[in-house]
């Protein structure tokens, strides 16, 4: 159990002088009562007796001698009631102690508790402004925690909290306020000298080190690593709520620039963290509106340069912002729970649409890592297919290979559902991650996708074009066609073609296009049967491209 290094608090004090005090008042009585009995009967008694015992004659009456040995009886009354009463008040004191440590802190850490921490946080304020010092207030959370508890059990996790807390009291200076806040997260704050800031930062530096070595459990070597987030207490700042929440914050930019690493709050996040918040309440709006939309962008076969389909991306057209792109919004319905809601509503308007096109054009569409953690995913898309009409054999889903690290039988078996389907399975972003051949073989991917930082820079890196190769030679032996992603011109295109990859996709053949003018594009080409064409929505929100900042679309001419 990690030692508790901090203030002792005012009232645990009070409550001390409160019960002994009570029992001087009992037990003294007693006493007093008793000696004074003693003093008055026990001098006659004792002369007597020894008058008697010298032959001068003497003895007590027979009710002072019963009166002193009531008065000894009572003495011994009085002790024995001492005796019990110490022991009652000290056991008493000691579970009023242990009911306020369990009430002030963390059972499993010994650590301090949120509430706890924000007053005693409070009291290090008022200190540190009497002393002219400053105060470092620190929030750690573990990186890979959860790996540990599902992979190891959540014992391991315990030993892993234990151990990680007392590194934590090893590293940081005495007369500080260590915390656990719930989970994988904790605290610390301490004073500091406000003219050597360094020396916070050395002891960041030293709490990651530390909690990054190896955890030996049941001859397992469990492996976490920490994010720091940073704020200080100067003489003119706000108040405890204030510093936490901007340690909070800091926490939350290490984590973003990739973990195992500390950041200093500056305004900066604040400002960071307002526009994400004010994205997160348009996007809760936006949804039910049907600011999100399809865009869909032209694949097609490299060898006959004909039109085979589209990948839908969506936008967000949104009536504030312009055109949103999906890098912006789809991290925050990950980490929002909205992407389940959000994808499904663009799906419907991708499936409504696409089913009005020539029979021979397929949809592929991007579903995230988070999407497969739902159980009843492929259920869902299901459904909006027979509800829209659109024949599962025209769709192909792209997952990425980070899909595959929370719950790999979870998306196996999805997968599987949706492949019973006819549906097919893309792996995107292929070159990207891990690339790993495990994960080739782990799903029953129908296609391989090149990312596109590869394929853009095939012609002038020579490693580009090495792993572009590479990856064809493997998807040609693993029976898994390929599709090149981000060609941009015509040499591009041609240098594809000779290595064999099956189709392309890009900007050369044209920018993601809206709903209506991908319409128009495929009613040129005689790909959008004339008796289906629907009429456009009179709600659809029509954001022209001078107005949103959207790109200009190239077209081109495919053939
Ligand atoms: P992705 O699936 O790899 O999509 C390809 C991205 O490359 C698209 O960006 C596309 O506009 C861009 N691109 C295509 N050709 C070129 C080119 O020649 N040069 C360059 N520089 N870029 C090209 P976009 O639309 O911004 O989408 C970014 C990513 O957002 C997508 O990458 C995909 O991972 C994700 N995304 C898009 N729509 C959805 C969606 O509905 N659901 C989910 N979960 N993710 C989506
Ligand atoms: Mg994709
Ligand atoms: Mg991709």
């Not at 001492?82 to 009023?96: C, G, M, P, Q, V």
């Not at 014992?155 to 306020?177: H, M, T, W």
């Not at 939350?252 to 604040?270: I, L, P, V």
């Not at 009536?319 to 419907?348: H, K, N």
């Amino acid at each position: 159990m990690v030692q508790q290094r901090s203030v002792e608090p005012k009232a645990k004090d009070k409550n001390k002088h409160a019960v002994s005090a009570r029992r001087d008042v009992v037990t003294g009585s007693i006493v007093l009562v008793a000696i004074l009995m003693f003093v008055g009967t026990g001098s006659t008694v004792m002369s007597d007796s020894i008058k008697s015992m010298a032959g001068y004659g003497g003895g007590s009456e027979n009710l002072l001698v019963s009166a002193f040995l009531l008065n000894i009886a009572l003495i011994l009354f009085g002790w024995r009631r001492y005796r019990d009463l110490s022991s009652e008040i000290t056991e008493r004191t000691a579970a009023e102690e242990r009911a306020h440590s369990l009430a002030a802190t963390d059972p499993l850490t010994g650590f301090l508790n949120r509430r706890t921490l924000t007053e005693r946080t409070s009291e290090m304020i008022s200190l540190a402004q009497r002393k002219n010092k400053s105060i470092a207030f620190l929030m750690l959370d573990l990186d890979n925690f959860k790996n540990v508890n599902d992979v190891h059990g959540h014992s391991a996790g315990d030993v892993v909290l234990k151990e990680v807390a007392q590194r934590i009291a090893n590293v940081v200076p005495p007369n500080n306020l260590l915390a656990r806040l719930g989970g994988d997260e904790f605290a610390c704050a301490f004073i500091f000298d406000p003219d050597q800031p360094e020396m916070v930062d050395r002891i960041s530096d030293d709490l990651i080190d530390s909690i990054a070595a190896p955890i030996v459990e049941n001859s397992n070597h469990l492996v976490v690593t920490t994010s720091i987030g940073m704020s200080r207490f100067d003489l003119e700042d706000e108040g405890v709520d204030v510093l936490m929440r901007r340690a909070d914050i800091a926490m939350y930019s290490a984590k973003k620039q990739g973990r195992n690493r500390f950041c200093w709050f500056d305004t900066s996040m604040e400002q960071e963290l307002q526009t994400r918040n004010t994205l997160e309440s348009g996007m809760r709006t936006g949804i039910p509106k049907s600011e999100f939309v399809p865009y869909f962008e032209q694949q097609v076969d490299l060898a006959t340069g004909k039109l085979t389909g589209f990948e839908m991306l969506a936008r967000w057209e949104s009536p504030t912002q312009g055109l949103v792109s999906p890098e912006v919004f789809i991290p925050i319905a990950e980490e929002t729970g909205m992407i389940g809601e959000l994808s499904l509503s663009i799906l419907r308007q991708a499936f409504e649409e696409a089913k009005n096109w020539d029979q021979s054009l397929t949809v592929s569409v991007n579903i995230s890592p988070v999407q497969l953690l739902d159980p009843w995913l492929a259920q869902k898309i299901v459904k909006l297919l027979v509800e829209t009409g659109y024949p599962p054999n025209r769709l192909e889903i792209e997952i990425t290979e980070s899909s595959l690290f929370e719950n790999l039988s979870l998306a196996q078996s999805i997968v599987g559902s949706l492949k019973n389907q006819g549906i097919r399975i893309a792996l995107d972003d292929f070159g990207t991650g891990y690339s790993s051949l495990a994960h080739l073989r782990a799903l029953p991917f129908d296609r391989i996708k090149i990312d596109r930082s590869f394929v853009s820079s095939i012609l002038e890196n020579s490693e580009s074009a090495a792993i572009v190769k590479a990856i064809t030679g493997l998807g040609e032996s693993l029976g898994m066609p390929i599709t090149a992603e981000g060609i941009e011109d015509r040499d591009i295109e041609t240098e594809l073609r000779n290595i064999g990859c099956a189709k392309g996709q890009g900007w050369y053949y044209g920018r993601p296009l809206s709903m209506e003018q991908t319409r128009k594009i495929l009613a040129e080409r005689n790909l959008l049967p004339a008796q289906r064409v629907p009429e456009p929505r009179p709600t659809e929100p029509s954001i022209d491209d001078e107005q949103t900042g959207a790109p200009v679309f190239l077209e081109r001419k495919v053939g």
